[in-house]
C-alpha cells in the first residue's frame, strides 16, 4: 500500500493531532479570523491567533515595526515584526474561535493571550479564551 501524502504529513505535537505541520504564526496573517479561515481552507494545519489582550489594555503601534534581515552581503534573507498584539476585542475573538472550531474541528487553534503582571487577569483571559475552544493556549 503506498503513503499518500497525507498520512506522511500527519502530525502530533504535544497531544494535538494535525493534516500537515504548518502553521501560522501569531502575526499579521492571524490578525482577522478571515484570514485564518481562508489559511485553513487553502490546507494549512493550524494558527496560532495574533496576540489576544483584556480590553483594558491600551494598544499602540511602535514606528518601523518590519524590518529586513540581511545576510553579510546585504542580501534579503527575511523580514522580522515587531507588531505584537491584536486590536480586537475579547468579545469578537471570543465569538471568532467558536466560529473558527465550529467550521474547521480537525484544524488547530492556539490562542496567543498576554495581559497584565496580575495573576486574575491571566486567568481570567486565559480562560476565557480556552472556554470558547482553542486547542491550546501561548503565554
Known amino acids: 500500500m503506498t ?44 494558527a496560532v491567533i495574533k496576540t489576544i489582550t483584556p480590553d483594558n489594555i491600551a494598544i499602540q503601534d511602535v514606528p518601523c515595526r518590519f524590518a529586513a534581515v540581511k545576510d553579510t552581503r546585504g542580501q534579503v534573507i527575511g523580514f522580522e515584526n515587531i507588531e505584537l498584539l491584536s486590536k480586537r476585542t475579547l468579545h469578537h475573538w471570543l465569538q471568532d474561535i467558536r466560529s473558527l472550531k465550529q467550521d474547521f474541528p480537525d484544524k488547530v487553534l492556539i490562542g496567543s493571550i498576554m495581559a497584565p503582571v496580575v495573576q486574575e487577569e491571566w486567568q481570567k483571559l486565559a480562560t476565557a479564551v480556552a472556554g470558547a475552544g482553542v486547542d491550546a493556549l501561548e503565554l
Do not use: D, Q
Request: glycine share 10%; with cysteine.
Open 3 to 46: 503513503k499518500t501524502y497525507a498520512s506522511v504529513l500527519k502530525t502530533t505535537l504535544c497531544g494535538l493531532e494535525t493534516h500537515n505541520p504548518f502553521f501560522l504564526a501569531s502575526a499579521p496573517p492571524t490578525a482577522r479570523p478571515e484570514m485564518i479561515r481562508r489559511a485553513f481552507s487553502l490546507g494549512w494545519g493550524g
